[in-house]
């Protein structure tokens, strides 16, 4: 492993924050105990043991089990529905259709369009029409099929092109729809236009543009959706599921089932994976507890894997058309970008997609003019929504790939390009505001170069063998919460009892990317105990403050800062009890190894557990608060919020790879993964983010599409939907940047999602240099690095 | 067709269970003897999550029915733990082999049978063998290490037990 030191904030900007490190004389970062140490994931021993409990694992006494009848069409009213013979058969306790409730809900407030089932119409095929609870799973499905229904077509809009047409208001797919385009199937559209454009493009010595377009994605997080419900008989509704965003939920189950949020309580089961694919409140949630309501006992639904495709929410099918313009010394001018994300059958986190496709474009180099034209459409197939990158993939492959293009025409290396452009740590971007204070993307691309040799390999290495580079940016957390209140937008408490057990509650949802590690080892780094003392509780909405979950990469920067702050107050009641105990001034004791040590005497020192029990005299366990909440950002334009965000990650990936020109087979060889995290508060999980981040983008790459016919997902199984194997994936060596941000918690900022996006483009400019072809669709199939290596040949002939 | 009776061991222990014949050694083993550790990704044999031993050899659970164990000598992942945590396990922990942990337990019983056939594999003997097994989360570098450091241990430990004379 190898971590660079990024020039970004000084050292010890980190240090200068409000806090307990400024009272006491900070001790340096080579005197951190647990912060910057590997340390191996709190609950993975659990994990390996099979003793971790997931929703399909758990049992309760009188469980009835669900299943989901699904939409066969993908755009047609409902003229039949009869549940009667499913009613009737032995076994069944519960049927349920959109009867139930015509309550829409939906991540976003701004776009609540999701009915818990179909009603009157069904606007995709998979979409949940009716439900039933039974004895046993086999009764379920066989009650499911018992239940007739009838459709009559409406025209299908399966193709985003078609739903920028204007329609008569049956054929709208929801009701409401962009103000602009009131009489279209448009979600969302942004137009967005800063600084000389047109001009930049005049001057320009270089325009490359291109038109692109990407296949959804999805998730394909290993443990299918799975959720138990049970209305107790308390009156209170407890809904186990694997959820990254449990408050969502909480909210949205409050609404659609008419209960206040004190009467639900949502306990995060073990997630087995989510990526982005587990942070809407489902349908599937809200039909278990209908079930659960009406039979008064446990119901559980575990979906197949073709079902977890249909739930769907991954990343949106893309048409692009983009140009970009550079001086005669590579020196970006401006960016010209035309979107349209395909949403599927819901609004979900779109809105929000419809302005990162756009504004997450402003980095990571200094763009003075920017125009973007981005619409999202709703369309009759499987609902997209947020996918690791949310927003900011599809677009980096289309710029990197230009700005590739562009170092070709003014023959210049393309690193060399790129490092003209950087944005520098400490700066504003000139139009949306988005404030950099810390970036090592210059330390880590030129690091990646010397590891990879590029410069004795770019442009020259034989034919079918190539390098490419990539870089990108992302946010350490959405600045602004989506649901506009006063609340901090993480907030972390901590207990401890004589038994000297340190218990942090907090609703960060630990997905297996590590965050409950993570706040062990910050409030283990602060109060300076061992970390195993530490146990992070983070499943119940009853004992967890409310944190806005797992997404958007905010945990680290947001869910650390909140456990960073409230361990200081509890150091600051150990300190004042070791000063009672020692008669020594509480600011001057450093916290080490379960001792807390007078720093001018070293001789003078208190052990945890008696400063602890003396803190602890007169008022019993002691308890902290502590929260995060984003600095006021941005500018004052519509939309100005969007892409907003306390820090920015930075990564610059470098792919060496094979083609076969014969068989359009690309086969990655290696790749270089330098990402800038601020500081890696646990190097094992940076590297595993990094890793697994790199492996998920070469699927994008290379493989994974999620394929239609007639609205149809025609590979909704791992067979047909290919996930690179260990043999299609290259060896992959991580460069940490460490940049040290001033305002992450000693430093730290996201990494679980930026380091996807460098990898498509560095995979495709590689392509251009094994075998001198430009990729524009995406996956980058053998079929179609065959045509294009095809199309060449005839060009040339 | 009704229930017939399933006669196998499973982790050692005799176990009689009544199965319906379309019941698959997967939802066996997680339903009806509560070994839930054996995960069900695809059930269709595309993830190797639900990865078990079937008389020493690594099987998908998922594509066996029940019915064909009768007499099998079974092994799931609870299995590698009883008493004490197998070097496997403990390395898949430490190396940051397991993120979500939902493919953990299959990885962790296909890496088993490797060793038990080939106890010094090479990297990309490993990288064959588990060719089968889909991991979303940590792009199997992890993994890799967690095998090669358990390989090792495993075969420290056996230099260490005393050899064994002939009698």
């Known amino acids: ?797 | 067709m009704s229930k017939q009776i399933l006669r196998c061991t499973v982790n050692g222990r005799a176990v009689e269970v009544a199965c319906e014949p379309w019941h698959t050694l997967a939802n066996v083993l997680r339903n009806e003897l509560n070994l839930t550790g054996t995960k069900i990704g695809c059930d269709m044999g595309t993830c190797g999550c639900c990865t078990v031993h079937i008389d020493g050899r690594a099987r998908l659970s998922c594509l066996t029915l029940a019915l064909e164990c009768q007499g099998a000598r079974i092994g799931t992942i609870e299995g590698l733990n009883e008493y004490e945590m197998h070097p496997l396990q403990k390395a898949f922990a430490e190396c940051g082999g397991s993120q979500c942990g939902f493919c953990t337990p299959g990885f962790i019983m296909k890496s088993c049978a490797l060793l038990a056939e080939n106890p010094d594999p090479t990297r990309e003997e490993i990288r064959a063998a588990l060719a089968g097994n889909l991991c979303r989360c940590t792009g199997f570098v992890k993994i890799y290490d967690a095998v090669e450091r358990a390989a090792g241990e495993l075969r420290q430990a056996n230099t260490r037990a005393p050899v064994k004379a002939p009698r």
């Open chain 1, 1 to 797: 492993m190898t971590i660079v030191q990024g020039s970004g904030a000084t050292r010890n900007d980190h240090q200068k924050n409000k806090g307990i490190w400024q009272d006491t004389g900070a001790p340096s970062a080579a005197l951190f105990n647990v912060v910057g140490k590997p340390a191996p994931l709190k609950d993975s021993f659990k994990k390996v043991t099979g003793e971790a409990v997931y929703a399909d694992d758990m049992k309760f006494p009188g469980m009835l089990f669900c299943r989901i009848l699904r939409a066969t069409k993908p755009h047609a009213r409902i003229t039949r529905l009869d549940t009667t013979r499913a009613e009737a058969m032995p076994g069944v306790r519960a049927v349920v259709t959109g009867r139930e409730s015509d309550r829409r809900f939906g991540v976003l407030p701004v776009s609540q369009d999701e009915l818990s089932m179909a009603i009157e119409k069904v606007i995709y095929n998979g979409e949940p029409v009716a439900a039933v609870a039974a004895d046993s799973e086999e009764i379920a499905e066989r009650a499911i099929w018992a239940i007739e229904v009838e459709y009559e077509p409406l025209q299908e809009f399966l193709k985003p092109q078609d739903s920028l047409k204007e329609v008569a208001p049956e054929l709208q797919i929801h009701d409401k729809v962009e103000k602009k385009h009131p009489n279209t199937n448009i979600h969302k559209a942004v137009d967005q236009e800063f600084g000389d454009v047109e001009g930049a493009f005049k001057q320009a010595a270089s325009t490359p543009g291109a038109s692109f377009r990407f296949d959804g994605i999805s998730h394909g997080f290993t443990e299918p959706h799975a959720v138990i419900a049970h209305w107790d008989a308390e009156d209170r509704l407890q809904l186990y599921t694997p959820q990254q965003v449990p408050h969502y939920t909480h909210r949205a189950l409050a609404k659609v089932l008419d209960l206040p949020m004190h009467q639900i309580q949502v306990i995060r089961t073990t997630v087995g994976g989510g990526f982005g694919g587990k942070s809407d409140p489902f349908q599937h949630e809200m039909i278990a507890c209908m079930l659960a309501r009406k039979t008064r006992r446990p119901v559980k639904l575990t979906m197949d894997r073709e079902e977890t495709f249909l739930t769907g929410r991954g990343r949106h099918p893309t048409e692009a058309r983009m140009a970009m313009a550079f001086d005669k010394d590579g020196k970006l001018l401006a960016l010209d970008s035309d979107v349209i994300i395909d949403g599927g059958a819901y609004g979900s986190f779109g809105v929000v997609s419809a302005y990162y496709n756009g504004v997450l474009s402003n980095g990571p180099y200094y763009l003075p003019a920017f125009r973007y034209h981005g619409k999202r459409v709703y369309s009759n197939r499987i609902p997209s929504g947020a996918m690791r990158g949310h927003g900011s993939v599809n677009p980096r492959f289309c710029t990197e790939t230009l700005v590739d293009m562009a170092a070709v025409e003014l023959g210049l290396d393309p690193c060399e390009l790129r490092l003209r452009n950087f944005l520098q740590p400490n700066t504003i971007t000139p139009h949306h505001r988005f404030r950099v204070t810390s970036t090592g993307i210059r330390e880590g691309l030129e690091e990646a170069m010397r590891r990879s040799e590029w410069k004795k390999k770019w442009g020259k290495l034989p034919y079918g063998h190539g390098i490419g580079v990539g870089c990108a940016w992302y946010i350490s957390g959405s600045a602004l919460p989506i649901h506009w209140n006063k609340l901090p937008q993480s907030t972390v408490h901590i207990k401890i009892d004589m038994d000297g057990g340190v218990t942090c509650h907090s609703l960060a949802a630990d997905i297996g990317q590590g965050s409950d590690t993570m706040i062990a080892q910050i409030v283990a780094e602060v109060i300076g105990c061992k970390l195993d003392r530490v146990h992070v509780k983070s499943t119940t909405t009853d004992t967890a403050p409310i944190d806005l979950g797992s997404y958007s990469s905010r945990v680290t920067f947001m869910a650390g800062n909140a456990a960073r702050e409230a361990a200081e107050v509890i150091r600051r009641d150990l300190a004042n009890a070791a000063s009672k105990l020692t008669g020594q001034p509480a600011q001057y004791f450093d916290f080490v190894d379960e001792q807390i040590v007078c720093r001018s005497k070293p001789g003078i020192r208190v052990g945890f557990m008696e400063a602890l029990h003396e803190a602890q005299a007169d008022r019993g366990a002691l308890i902290a608060s502590g929260s995060y909440q984003s600095p006021p950002l941005g500018g004052e334009f519509k939309g100005s919020n969007a892409g907003l965000s306390p820090s920015y990650s930075f990564s610059a990936f470098i792919c060496e790879l094979k083609v076969d020109p014969d068989t359009g087979f690309v086969q990655p060889l290696k790749i270089w993964a330098a990402h800038d995290c601020g500081k890696a508060l646990n190097p094992l999980s940076v590297e595993g983010q990094i890793e697994g981040s790199v492996h998920m983008g070469l699927g994008q790459a290379l493989t994974e599409q999620m394929r239609y016919r007639n609205g149809q997902m025609l590979n909704a199984n791992f067979l047909d939907y290919k996930i690179p194997t260990p043999f299609d994936t290259p060896d992959i060596e991580v460069i940490i940047v460490e940049s040290h941000d001033p305002e992450g918690p000693f430093g730290a900022k996201e990494c679980g999602e930026g380091a996807l996006a460098p990898i498509i483009p560095a995979v495709g400019n590689a392509i251009y240099d094994a075998v001198g072809v430009r990729l524009f669709e995406v996956p980058m199939t053998p079929d179609r690095v065959l045509r294009a290596i095809e199309a060449k040949a005839r060009a040339k002939a």
